[in-house]
């Protein structure tokens, strides 16, 4: 079982469009983040729920709207994309009293 | 502001080689420091650090941290090329919840 699985893995959109990409974990955490990794491979923290709540959101274009429905889900909206959006999406989650994030398998964002 | 730096940024060995990775930070109320590898999908799980002078250990690979002088290193011994990989630092501080992440060490290793 993937402890946590985000769809789609592959995403190429055209500029200007809507997507959306979701993830679930089925660890029972209740901390769950999104990631942005650029194509240097630099890992930055874009957003942090902890129990549907938000508690981090970083300096990011307000075209990125996340959404918890409930603590095992965490989605990432993006409007009107950009070229600059390209990148890898990482969905991970971390239990509340401990300290491993667990990563998901990333989604493969190309915006052409 | 908080901060996390790895080096060197690449290294290329040969098999058998010990290389030694780097990671020094500068962060509020530290809590924990984990190393990842990544390959060609998501990072996974090497270390947790969170006291001074305590060397983990999981085969070819050891960590250890040092509070004091705020950085910690990754060993790995007798490299061998399914090591090849970049390897993550990431630090967390106590009362938030957000952990950052260093630039990364691209490491290969040559047969």
């Known amino acids: 079982d993937t402890a946590v699985s985000q769809t789609p893995k592959y995403l190429v959109t055209q500029m200007g469009n809507d997507k959306s990409i979701k993830c679930e974990q089925n660890?029972?955490?209740?901390?769950m983040y999104w990631y942005k990794q650029d194509s240097k491979k630099f890992l930055k923290i874009m957003f942090s729920y902890n129990n549907k709540e938000l508690i981090i959101n970083e300096t990011v274009p307000n075209r990125f709207s996340p959404k918890s429905p409930d603590k095992a889900h965490l989605n990432l909206h993006i409007n009107s994309l950009e070229l600059g959006d390209s990148a890898v999406y990482f969905c991970?989650?971390?239990?509340?009293?401990?300290?491993?994030?667990?990563f998901g398998e990333g989604s493969w964002l190309t915006v052409v | 502001e908080d901060k996390v730096v790895q080096s060197p940024l690449s290294l290329v060995v040969h098999e058998g080689d010990t290389v030694t990775l780097n990671c020094s930070y500068e962060?509020?109320?530290?809590?924990?420091l984990l190393w990842y590898k990544q390959e060609k999908k998501a990072p996974t799980f090497l270390f947790m650090l969170?006291?001074?002078?305590i060397e983990k250990k999981s085969g070819r690979l050891s960590s250890i941290l040092d509070k004091k002088e705020l950085f910690s290193i990754l060993n790995i011994t007798a490299t061998q090329t399914g090591d090849s990989a970049i390897y993550l630092c990431?630090?967390?501080?106590?009362?938030?919840?957000?952990?950052?992440f260093g630039t990364g060490t691209r490491l290969k290793v040559l047969a």
């Open positions: 991970a989650s971390r239990a509340g009293s401990g300290n491993t994030i667990y």
């Open positions: 962060v509020t109320n530290f809590r924990s």
């Open positions: 660890l029972g955490h209740d901390t």
């Open positions: 990431a630090v967390g501080s106590s009362g938030t919840y957000k952990y950052i």
């Open positions: 969170t006291s001074s002078g």
